[in-house]
């Protein structure tokens, strides 16, 4: 009973100049809005972040057991001292040991974190919103309803096309599948893995924006297209994403796409053309 007290005193002594070098450290990191090309810095992050927590658990559960364990050992010299027959209870050490073992992330790519600063993720950029799109091009199809219908807007159908733009095929406008290869290219340049991980949920979607009447989004005009890691799509409106993701909207915002994670109501799998862009692709006569 003495020597366990001081076995897990031993250890939580040796956790707490870890924690206490690595989280100051830790917390110091900026948000993820540096190059994309740092992705591997990013993923290492990510499982520091894993690991800080994993030692503030166990640092935790040690100061408990040894409350624990210490108040025991007082009511113990109180007590009778036990026959010889008297078998000691299991302890539970090697159960919270192995309830709060290391955290190995297995996928990186695919792992859900919290969107860093996500307000500010299009910093510097805006959105070609309904009314915009309206007004520049007219309506994508002369009635809207709420499923995917054929674009009929002799303007934008003959700009439309169906073509692979690298992981995935996707039906868009010309300028914007052209975009999309581009970014795609460089993500596979810069970080293969990711790029073979990358997969779609969608891009034409000719409908009205449910909920409105007559509104059509940036899907419904060829300017739009949803992502994911793995073919898992996201939770709509958390706040979080795939780690992937996070990556993949540094490319995109470099190429002039907004990232849905910024809205109020956060959709990350979101990307889409934006205002600038799209002036840019009209004053050069490509729409």
Partial sequence: MRLLPA????IAII????????VPKLLQQEDFAGPAIDSGARIEIEILNQQVEDL???LEDLTQELAKVASTASAASRAPAPSQNATMAPSNDDETFRRNGENDIIDAYAQVVLI???????EGLTIAGPSYLARVFGPPRENLSNRCEEMTNPRLKSKLVLEDVGPIRVRLLKPAAESLRRVFEEIRVTDPDLYARIDTAGSLCVRQIRGTRGRASTHAFGLAV???????LDTLGDGKTQLGL????DFFRKEGWVWGASWGREDSMHFEVSRQKLDEWIQAGAL
């Fill in 7 to 10: 076995i897990i005193l031993g």
């Fill in 15 to 22: 956790l707490a100049p870890i924690i206490w070098i690595f």
């Fill in 56 to 58: 503030q658990i166990r």
């Fill in 116 to 122: 860093a600063n996500r307000r500010k993720v299009n």
């Fill in 226 to 232: 949803d992502l994911n890691i793995d073919g898992v």
């Fill in 246 to 249: 996070t990556i993949l909207a």
